[in-house]
């Protein structure tokens, strides 16, 4: 059986947490099969389960935590009723004494992703009402869908600053255990509910006067060992270039809008799409849906050369060529520098129309240049 306690829920584990001294109930051979990038691997292993263990099993949306058990490389831990059942490359004689290690960066990670998530569904809540309904630890971003339709840039901004002025202000983040799941106190606090086979005593983060809330996962132990949260817009715009990097066949033109975002958002925007796929063609726009907003248009060099002399008179009226017609859809106005050329529309509503255009222009340009290399 596996405590939670040991889970780095106060300060003074953190450096006993890293490694620790148990023993081997069980080891049995198995056959596991991970998933990466799509492909599924097969791999002979051992799952064994300790008396006692300080690596985190997947469990309530945290991912679980890597390490060695005697140096040999645990690569999976899962939760299986009251036990975390640990996957080793090797075998562990049954009552032996062995030495658990935890990869400290993996877990302080998900430690700092997860507790920001609990302090960012705080904030959001209180602030404008926004309820999380789900959220995803992932590499290197955490994601929270709020129960929203639109945030505005100063909601984000509004809600950044709250949340920084938490860190700075030094926060307590404390576990409480409730040791039976029916006591009626539970109700109160937020939960997504404990899983059908939880076994055990619940335990409750608080976040001092932000949230509380029913959770098995690691936490830091005080605001303070978070860094500071920078631009949520950011974070936003590497999720989407994340998305774009799990496209199996990558398009070659990128279209993108959000609404309320700014012209830091479009420039981290591209040059994160582009550092995936240095041959796609980047078109993001930003600010209202239907009238004015910002847009970018960035392209690989040869493509750029090839619409460079049409890019030059993109602000004129000449319906001849796509690009041109581009900033005519949108009634836009811009300066081409550096084979970028960004701009103000006044006409976002229009951006389907544009989008279809410069995916005609790139599709005749592709296929007249012979060129194949259109990312993968
Ligand atoms: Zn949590």
């Not at 009402?129 to 984000?156: H, N």
């Not at 930003?286 to 847009?295: H, I, N, R």
């Amino acid at each position: 059986m596996y405590s939670l306690v040991r889970h780095l829920c106060f300060p003074i584990l953190y450096l006993l947490s890293v490694q620790f001294t148990t023993q081997v109930t069980s080891c049995e051979p198995v056959h596991l099969v991970l998933t990466a990038n799509g492909k599924k691997n097969k791999v002979n292993c051992f799952q064994v389960i300790l008396k006692d263990t300080i690596l985190f099993p997947e469990g309530g949306g945290q991912p679980d935590d890597r390490g060695t058990i005697n140096s040999v490389e645990v690569i999976k831990v899962e939760r299986k009723g009251a036990s975390a059942v640990h996957y080793a490359l090797s075998e562990f004689p049954v009552g032996s004494e062995v030495t658990v290690k935890v990869d400290w960066q993996r877990r302080f990670d998900h430690m700092q992703q997860h507790t920001a998530q609990h302090l960012i569904t705080g904030i959001a809540d209180s602030l404008f009402g926004f309820k999380t309904t789900s959220w995803y630890l992932g590499d290197p971003i955490v994601s929270i869908e709020l129960d929203t339709t639109s945030v505005s840039k100063e909601q984000l901004d509004e809600i950044e600053r709250v949340v920084n002025e938490k860190i700075r202000a030094a926060i307590p983040v404390t576990p409480h255990l409730y040791p039976d799941k029916e006591d009626p106190k539970l109700s109160q606090f937020r939960a997504r509910g404990l899983p059908d086979d939880h076994e055990g005593p619940v335990r409750v983060l608080e976040i001092q006067d932000i949230d509380t809330t029913l959770c098995c996962g690691t936490h830091v132990a005080n605001l303070s060992h978070l860094q500071l949260c920078q631009s949520l817009l950011k974070e936003m715009a590497q999720m989407e270039a994340a998305v774009y990097k799990l496209q199996s066949q990558k398009e070659p033109v990128f279209c993108h809008f959000r609404k309320d975002a700014d012209g830091d958002y479009m420039s981290i925007l591209v040059s994160n799409i582009l550092e995936v796929n240095k041959d796609a063609i980047c078109f993001v726009c930003v600010g209202d849906e239907k009238e004015s907003g910002l847009f970018t248009l960035v392209g690989p060099a040869q493509i750029v050369a090839d619409l460079s002399p049409k890019m030059q008179y993109l602000t004129r009226h000449d319906c001849s060529v796509s690009a041109c017609r581009i900033a005519e859809v949108l009634e836009a106005k811009g300066a081409v520098s550096g084979g970028r050329y960004r701009g103000k529309a006044n006409k976002m509503g229009n951006r389907a129309k544009a989008e279809k255009l410069l995916r005609e222009q790139v599709s005749s340009l592709l296929n007249s240049s012979g060129d194949s290399n259109q990312g993968s």
